[in-house]
């Protein structure tokens, strides 16, 4: 429960659970959080002390937002001046997010030369199935306006002849780019091959506003946006090459290619790129010690503001990728690929098998979880129902197999019993801190009565393999029962509190700690310091070296000094402030 309005139950209960149900280990990963480490060895070391016989272990581990800070604004770059290139704005409407598994029905370009519309494009293109219900209420394309029109086979050469010579410019471009070079891998054809402006992160680096959809960036620069006309790729590509004037204002007259470059490696990169959820679990000690080195990176150097120029006091934690790269070099982590938020489902979901291969090689293992899951992307509309959700996780299996990947069947709990579900659902229909919303919120009040939240308690073993039986039974065994016992296995005993404490070690200070006072004693008292005096110092002294506290009062010394002499009065309370050692060494006055 110290995944802020997210996570219902107590580690505790997690902990005796699994216990009780006969399991060897769990795994804890709250959001961008360890705060339930202590608690989680209190209560481990407490059942194996009742019960020595029993060797139950936690692995301790942490979901993080992994983000790569670099603006992707320019691909194939050609380093032309801008004011001398002839652009093609385009857009693409389709069944869906998946270029594997989707088809383009829409296709809406402009094409300018001097900043002046020189011609336009529109065509519709018959996927050769019928659209999903959502899509022709978001774009008004009926399937009357698909079924006689070109097939993308017939198109796809009208298209390709629009764009020669061009540089291509769209909105999230990496979305409809895709999707053409999906349908050209298909007709095996090549790729695009030219110059790409990605408006999408060109308005990350060059506006600073909160929201970045195409209609938020058109009120940036005042270009009209209709919400009706909104979701048809004539007027979206219309709208576009408007913005992209101002942009290309915004620029100055002498901007290249290569000046739109040097924007991708702006510092704040970080805060406005989209996240990917990872886990990171600590293999050994050296592994726990870096794991916290990554929280703390998370909440101080990569603190994602959530508004304009940090504004808003509620941030995000996120690291940077090469932070995880680092330390992972040291072989003393383990990266999971997480839950649907993850890279490797979002790649698996919309993108193509080559780069779902490409990214699984940062990962030691790859998790999927129960259909049910998922549910909310189904409901959204994003997956179109349970089948196509399952060749998506196909697409994860055999890419895994491919890259001899081990694959983990994760049961994403967050609450241990299904009647806990009720307190999650208050917490995803209830505002955050700054008015957030939780992730699986609906804005919709009909949607929102209509559907309900994927049920994500703790399962037994044989629920995940009942969850997952539609693979197979021996599939399904080995990455619900063998591989996490395989992953358990590189995963040594940790204990994140210590037995004994670990003050900081500075050489000498003991020594100098008992220096400062007596000095202090004799300037007050003279060379000779009275009987009581020398009595209680010593005593003092003594007991405070002898038990190993001289640091923290040398420290407190230093600290008292150092204010002081910048003309801050200290008014030290506490145990440390409370003795004549205190005094003497001029920590309390």
Same mark, same amino acid.
């Given at each position: 429960n110290?995944?802020?309005?997210?996570?219902v139950?107590?580690?505790e209960?997690?902990?005796?659970?699994?216990?009780?149900?006969?399991?060897?280990?769990?795994?804890?990963?709250d959001?961008?959080?360890?705060?339930?480490f202590?608690?989680?060895?209190?209560?481990?070391?407490?059942?194996?002390?009742?019960?020595?016989?029993?060797?139950?272990?936690?692995?301790?581990?942490?979901?993080?937002?992994?983000?790569?800070?670099?603006?992707?604004?320019?691909t194939?770059?050609?380093?032309?001046?801008?004011?001398?290139?002839?652009?093609?704005?385009?857009?693409?409407?389709?069944t869906?997010?998946?270029?594997r598994?989707?088809?383009?029905?829409?296709?809406?370009?402009?094409?300018?030369?001097n900043?002046?519309?020189?011609?336009?494009k529109?065509?519709?293109?018959?996927?050769?199935?019928?659209?999903?219900a959502?899509?022709?209420?978001?774009?008004?394309?009926?399937?009357?306006?698909?079924?006689?029109?070109?097939?993308?086979?017939?198109?796809?050469?009208?298209i390709?002849?629009?764009?020669?010579?061009?540089?291509?410019?769209?909105?999230n471009g990496?979305?409809?780019?895709?999707?053409?070079?999906?349908?050209?891998?298909?007709?095996?054809?090549e790729?695009?091959?030219n110059?790409?402006?990605?408006?999408?992160p060109?308005?990350?680096?060059?506006?600073?506003?909160?929201?970045?959809?195409?209609?938020?960036?058109?009120?940036?620069?005042?270009?009209?946006?209709?919400?009706?006309?909104?979701?048809?790729?004539?007027?979206?590509?219309?709208?576009?090459?408007?913005v992209?004037?101002?942009?290309?204002?915004?620029l100055?007259?002498?901007?290249?290619?290569?000046?739109?470059?040097?924007?991708?490696?702006?510092?704040?990169?970080?805060?406005?790129?989209?996240?990917?959820?990872?886990?990171?679990?600590?293999?050994?000690?050296?592994?726990?010690?870096?794991?916290?080195?990554?929280?703390?990176?998370?909440?101080?150097?990569?603190?994602?503001?959530?508004?304009?120029?940090?504004?808003?006091?509620?941030?995000?934690?996120?690291?940077?990728?090469?932070?995880?790269?680092?330390?992972?070099a040291?072989?003393?982590?383990l990266?999971?690929?997480?839950?649907?938020?993850?890279?490797?489902?979002?790649?698996?979901?919309?993108?193509?098998?080559?780069?779902?291969?490409?990214?699984?090689?940062?990962?030691?293992?790859?998790?999927?979880?129960p259909?049910?899951?998922y549910?909310?992307?189904?409901?959204?509309g994003?997956?179109?129902?349970?089948?196509?959700?399952?060749?998506?996780?196909?697409?994860?299996?055999?890419?895994?197999?491919k890259k001899?990947?081990?694959?983990?069947?994760?049961?994403?709990?967050?609450?241990?019993?299904?009647?806990?579900?009720?307190?999650?659902?208050?917490?995803i229909?209830?505002?955050?801190?700054?008015?957030?919303?939780?992730?699986?919120?609906?804005?919709?009040?009909?949607?929102?009565?209509?559907?309900?939240?994927?049920?994500?308690?703790?399962?037994?073993?044989?629920?995940m393999?009942? #969850?997952? &039986?539609?693979? $197979?039974?021996? !599939?399904?065994?080995?990455?619900?029962?063998?591989?996490? *016992? +395989? %992953?358990? /296995?590189?995963?040594?005993?940790i204990?994140?509190?210590?037995?004994?404490?670990?003050?900081?070690?500075?050489?000498?200070?003991?020594?100098k700690?008992?220096?400062?006072?007596?000095?202090? #004693?004799? &300037?007050?008292? $003279?060379?000779? !310091?009275?009987?009581?005096?020398?009595?209680?110092l010593? *005593? +003092? %002294?003594? /007991?405070?070296?002898?038990?190993?506290?001289?640091?923290?009062?040398y420290?407190?010394?230093?600290?008292?000094?150092?204010s002081?002499?910048?003309?801050?009065?200290?008014?030290s309370?506490?145990?440390?402030?409370?003795?004549?050692?205190?005094t003497?060494?001029?920590?309390?006055?």
């Amino acid at each position: 429960n110290f995944s802020e309005m997210d996570g219902v139950c107590a580690i505790e209960e997690f902990i005796q659970t699994a216990y009780d149900w006969g399991m060897d280990a769990i795994g804890i990963c709250d959001h961008q959080v360890v705060q339930a480490f202590p608690m989680a060895q209190h209560k481990v070391s407490a059942l194996n002390k009742a019960n020595p016989n029993r060797n139950f272990q936690m692995l301790y581990g942490c979901e993080m937002s992994m983000v790569d800070p670099e603006y992707k604004i320019v691909t194939n770059n050609n380093h032309a001046k801008l004011e001398n290139c002839t652009f093609v704005v385009f857009d693409l409407e389709t069944t869906g997010l998946s270029n594997r598994l989707d088809k383009i029905i829409e296709f809406g370009a402009v094409k300018m030369k001097n900043r002046e519309v020189i011609s336009r494009k529109q065509m519709f293109i018959n996927p050769e199935c019928k659209l999903p219900a959502h899509i022709m209420s978001l774009t008004h394309i009926t399937q009357n306006d698909v079924d006689s029109a070109k097939t993308i086979e017939e198109a796809i050469d009208e298209i390709l002849e629009y764009f020669e010579g061009a540089v291509l410019v769209a909105h999230n471009g990496v979305f409809d780019v895709g999707f053409i070079n999906a349908a050209l891998r298909k007709l095996g054809r090549e790729e695009l091959k030219n110059p790409t402006i990605d408006t999408l992160p060109l308005a990350y680096a060059i506006l600073d506003r909160k929201g970045y959809r195409l209609g938020q960036v058109c009120r940036s620069y005042g270009v009209s946006y209709d919400g009706e006309g909104a979701h048809r790729a004539d007027y979206d590509a219309e709208v576009l090459s408007q913005v992209m004037c101002h942009m290309m204002n915004d620029l100055g007259s002498e901007a290249t290619m290569d000046t739109l470059c040097q924007l991708q490696d702006k510092p704040e990169g970080f805060k406005k790129n989209h996240p990917n959820h990872i886990t990171v679990y600590a293999k050994n000690k050296e592994g726990l010690k870096e794991l916290f080195e990554l929280i703390t990176l998370s909440h101080t150097q990569y603190l994602a503001y959530n508004g304009k120029s940090g504004e808003n006091v509620v941030a995000e934690p996120r690291i940077i990728r090469k932070e995880l790269i680092e330390k992972h070099a040291h072989g003393n982590l383990l990266f999971g690929s997480s839950c649907q938020n993850g890279e490797i489902f979002d790649l698996a979901h919309t993108r193509s098998e080559q780069e779902l291969l490409d990214a699984m090689d940062f990962y030691d293992y790859i998790e999927v979880q129960p259909l049910e899951c998922y549910k909310n992307m189904i409901d959204r509309g994003s997956i179109k129902d349970v089948d196509e959700l399952k060749e998506i996780i196909c697409f994860i299996l055999d890419a895994a197999k491919k890259k001899n990947k081990m694959v983990i069947a994760t049961s994403d709990a967050h609450y241990v019993h299904p009647h806990e579900k009720r307190v999650r659902d208050i917490y995803i229909n209830a505002k955050a801190i700054g008015n957030a919303r939780h992730p699986l919120y609906f804005y919709d009040r009909v949607k929102r009565k209509a559907c309900k939240a994927p049920d994500q308690h703790l399962l037994t073993t044989d629920e995940m393999l009942q #969850a997952f &039986s539609w693979i $197979g039974e021996d !599939l399904a065994y080995k990455i619900v029962v063998e591989n996490p *016992r +395989e %992953l358990k /296995s590189m995963m040594e005993p940790i204990y994140p509190i210590k037995d004994k404490l670990y003050p900081p070690d500075i050489e000498g200070s003991d020594q100098k700690l008992r220096d400062i006072c007596f000095e202090t #004693a004799h &300037s007050i008292y $003279g060379d000779n !310091l009275p009987d009581v005096v020398e009595k209680r110092l010593s *005593r +003092e %002294l003594d /007991s405070i070296i002898g038990h190993g506290y001289y640091v923290v009062y040398y420290i407190s010394h230093l600290l008292v000094k150092k204010s002081n002499d910048d003309g801050y009065l200290v008014g030290s309370r506490g145990s440390v402030g409370s003795s004549f050692v205190a005094t003497m060494s001029n920590i309390t006055e």
